[in-house]
């Protein structure tokens, strides 16, 4: 599973930066649309594109791996494992 890690990035910028980033900020400056931002930051297993990840990682100044990351999951593998 891919979990994205925006609610952490909102977070880190505001304390960094002694103010509250808004998703209505973040949708100005890089087009994303609040609701697709609370969908990334929300919705398990949200799909999304490669434009939209970069224009984030460029928002944020970060790079991809702080944005997502991967989670494995344990019982496709036993399934796959079971049936060798």
Excluded: W
Excluded at 12 to 38: C, H, M, N, Q, W
Excluded at 54 to 75: G, M, Q, T
């Amino acid at each position: 599973m891919i979990r994205y890690k925006l609610k952490t990035l909102i977070s880190d910028k505001s304390f960094r930066e002694r103010r509250k980033i808004t998703y209505e900020e973040i949708t100005k400056a890089t087009g994303i649309g609040p609701v697709t931002l609370s969908a990334i930051a929300s919705r398990r297993g949200y799909v999304t594109s490669t434009d939209i990840l970069d224009k984030l990682c460029a928002f944020f100044e970060c790079s991809i791996s702080d944005l997502i990351e991967h989670i494995p999951d344990p019982k496709p593998l036993l399934k796959l494992r079971e049936t060798k």
